[in-house]
T-cell receptor, first 110, second 116 residues
Framework: DAKTTQPPSMDCAEGRAANLPCNHS???????VYWYRQIHSQGPQYIIH???NNETNEMASLIITEDRKSSTLILPHATLRDTAVYYC???????????FGTGTRLLVSP | EPEVTQTPSHQVTQMGQEVILRCVPI?????FYWYRQILGQKVEFLVS????????KSEIFDDQFSVERPDGSNFTLKIRSTKLEDSAMYFC??????????????FGQGTRLTVV
């Protein structure tokens, strides 16, 4: 079973920031937090990952709380093409089996 | 940008028939995976493959399933005798090198398998 809890759905206005929360209260010290998304029925797409420091790349930012029990994925300026299911996944260092939960369905509206 | 390629995009087969799903992982990647997603359900891990052998498999991956890397570029999933419940989207993925730690997995666009 997935070790994360995410809200089933969220809405966001186009151009605004989308903040997607994730709880992973049982995360162990060597597990990373990964975010993937799935647009319609396409293959999952990697977004970002982190261990304990905040991370940023061209797609998004990842904020991890100091106790590592939760994190937030931030899409700074959401577009209609960001409408997708977003998955928060914890994964062991160097161990790439991904356990997908049900994710958060993000709907970006004009 | 390099990508994982899967063929065919859609396959229809009769129950009891064998099917082979094909994948071309990204060329310098060393770890290969198959996942499946039954319509409306979660993405589920099936198997991982490294150094020409299975490194991990799920309980879904029973004796009806097999994987192979027949040459330097292809990675295949064979289902020996398909059942109706094998109907799903099958995703191939690859990642660069676990020794480099936490490199992301790149997924193909999937093969939709329909068993009739």
């Amino acid at each position: 079973d997935a070790k994360t809890t995410q809200p089933p759905s969220m809405d966001c206005a186009e151009g605004r920031a989308a903040n997607l929360p994730c709880n992973h209260s049982t995360i162990s010290g060597n597990e990373y937090v990964y975010w993937y998304r799935q647009i319609h029925s396409q293959g999952p797409q990697y977004i970002i990952h982190g261990l304990k420091n905040n991370e940023t790349n061209e797609m998004a930012s990842l904020i991890i709380t100091e106790d590592r029990k939760s994190s937030t994925l931030i899409l700074p300026h959401a577009t209609l093409r960001d409408t997708a299911v977003y998955y928060c996944i914890v994964s062991l260092t160097g161990f790439q089996k991904l356990v997908f939960g049900t994710g958060t369905r993000l709907l970006v509206s004009p | 940008e390099p990508e994982v390629t899967q063929t065919p995009s859609h396959q229809v087969t009769q129950m009891g028939q064998e099917v082979i799903l094909r994948c071309v992982p990204i060329s310098n990647h060393l770890y290969f995976y198959w996942y499946r997603q039954i319509l409306g359900q979660k993405v589920e891990f099936l198997v991982s493959f490294y150094n020409n052998e299975i490194s991990e498999k799920s309980e879904i991956f029973d004796d009806q399933f097999s994987v192979e890397r027949p040459d330097g570029s292809n990675f295949t999933l064979k289902i020996r005798s398909t059942k109706l419940e094998d109907s799903a989207m099958y995703f191939c993925a690859s990642s660069e090198d676990l020794a480099r730690r936490n490199t992301e997995a790149f997924f193909g666009q999937g093969t939709r398998l329909t068993v009739v």
